[in-house]
């Protein structure tokens, strides 16, 4: 008999740990599937499980290793538009296009910019340095507008496009994910 809906799902998720003692040799797999099983499932469910596991051994190692090819393919499409849109950019601004639309956007996130700087033509690389500079000392000003207004003495100001440059400021050193 097959385990409940609800430990075939978290096997089914595995952790990397127990993926691990599913390809580990045969001496010492039992035993790493059993320590997986203590740590995540409930006493009563254990045995059954790991019979379970036991059995469909081969289909859960399937199944995780499509997961990860379906990751790797993901990761490399997502890596591929990355390079052509930074490079569909890069273009636009050297020909002195969409500068006046990136002036008024909030720029790229500084691990794309990196990206951006190393393989951008001298004169998009100056727009960029040169547009990002003043993009970030308006978020540190802004940023020092906070610190100003959390003193006791201005706590009663109102406040205006400061009020999330911690948020801003945090998207555009890390980046950020957008809700498409």
Known sequence: ???????????????????????????????????WAEEELEESERAEAQRWIRDNRESLLAGA???????????????EAERRFLGTLLEHLEAGELRGEYTDSSGLCLPHLERALRSAPPQARRFLVEAESEKLNRLVG?????????????????????????????????GEKRDT
Do not use: H
């Open 1 to 35: 008999m097959a385990p409940s809906y609800r430990v075939r799902q978290k096997i089914r998720k595995g952790p990397p740990r127990l993926l691990r003692a599913l390809v580990a040799p045969r001496s010492g797999r039992d035993a790493a599937v059993a320590a």
């Open 65 to 79: 290793l499509e997961e990860l090819i379906g990751l790797r393919e993901r990761c490399a499409q997502r890596d």
């Open 142 to 174: 802004e940023l020092s507008e906070i610190i100003r207004k959390n003193d006791y003495r201005f706590r009663d100001e109102p406040w205006g496009a400061e009020r999330d440059a911690g948020v801003r400021s945090t998207g555009k050193l890390k």
